[in-house]
């Protein structure tokens, strides 16, 4: 039987004390042996690092970092983790987050293609409040050279992924410091303008939606983000090519408005709507428009 290669798994960690176990469960629990554990400890003030202390007292492969400094972006605390990292695969779980116990056994093997840089999955999405779950894609998630595909629809969730260190390596950089939310879908996008994706259509992991993830809480940010980098793109030759750049910028000013309705700026909103393309989403628009202000708060994950 071939030794399993080495996975780096990265833990960033600010206050999770909550949800920090049930994450580090899901690690503990896997099926494929071979891993690290490079936890990240942003200066957390909770019992974070007493409860990750407890787990890494019982398994040497659990190891624990002090961040010099809090950082207040994420994925400038990413790389920061990074570096600790040694394995040639590295995957990222939120403390929020968790796995399904076949994950990385699924999922390493597809690495034997070396053309392949990352490997991702399906998931559930588990909404705390209602106690539920659902199937975050119930079509075919796409494979191959998808790079046009990710910039019409992101449909890498955080936890699920693992990506090949050498093509990590490949990159000019890694995580960009100074994005706070969509430092994935940066990563990634630039990844599969270089390398193969593969992906396990099964779920592989859940994500928890709880009302105080980081995305929910900065949507301004979030735009802010999405605006800059597709300018920065568009002067990519490899990325300007792609027909589907230009949805990037629309999922912005979708964000954007939206978020106007919800601050009951109805003519600021309903004049950007005008001026929104014909589909889909320019009807959720309409529709979100129209919706009592009561309710439309209720929608927190739109």
């Known amino acids: 039987m071939l030794e399993q290669p080495l996975v780096s798994i990265i833990i960033n960690c600010y206050n999770g004390e909550k949800y920090l176990s049930k994450a580090l469960d899901s690690i503990t629990l896997q099926t494929y042996k071979n891993w ?16 990750f202390k407890r787990y ?102 955080s936890p699920t992924y693992v990506i090949r260190k050498k093509a990590l390596q490949s990159m000019s950089y890694n995580f960009n410091n ?7 879908f940066d990563l990634n996008t ?13 779920p592989v992991a859940y994500v928890r939606v709880h009302g105080q993830n980081e995305s929910l809480l900065n949507r301004e940010r979030e735009i802010n983000e999405l605006k800059i980098w597709y ?3 568009k002067n990519n030759p490899i990325f300007l090519n792609q027909p589907n750049l230009n949805e990037v910028l629309l999922m912005a000013t ?6 106007l309705i919800l601050e009951n700026r109805f003519k600021k909103s309903l004049s950007m709507i005008m001026k929104y393309p014909l ?9 979100a428009l129209l919706l009592p202000s009561f309710i439309l708060k209720k929608i927190k994950n739109y």
């Not at 779980?93 to 994950?103: E, F, G, I, M």
């Not at 399906?122 to 990710?150: A, D, M, S, V, W």
């Not at 589909?279 to 529709?287: D, P, T, V």
């Open 279 to 287: 589909s889909l989403n320019k009807i959720k628009l309409i529709i």
């Open 231 to 233: 300018n920065e793109m």
């Open 178 to 184: 100074n994005y706070h939310i969509i430092g994935d």
């Open 254 to 259: 979708y964000l954007e408005i939206m978020k």
């Open 190 to 202: 630039r990844l599969a303008a270089k390398w193969k994706i593969e992906c396990v259509q099964s």
């Open 56 to 157: 890494k007292n019982n398994d040497n492969r659990l190891k624990y970092y002090l961040a010099p400094k809090h950082s207040n972006i994420l994925y400038k605390a990413r790389n920061d983790a990074l570096k600790n990292a040694s394995a040639n695969f590295i995957a990222f779980l939120d403390v929020d987050d968790w796995w399904l116990p076949t994950k990385l056994e699924q999922q390493i093997p597809m690495f034997k293609d070396s053309q392949v840089g990352l490997v991702y999955g399906n998931c559930y999405i588990f909404f705390e409040k209602k106690n539920k779950k659902k199937l975050y894609r119930n079509n075919k998630l796409p494979t191959g050279k998808i790079l046009n595909k990710l910039l019409k629809d992101y449909f890498i969730a």
């Open 36 to 51: 690290e554990v490079v936890f990240w400890d942003n200066r957390s003030n909770d019992k974070s690092a007493e409860i």
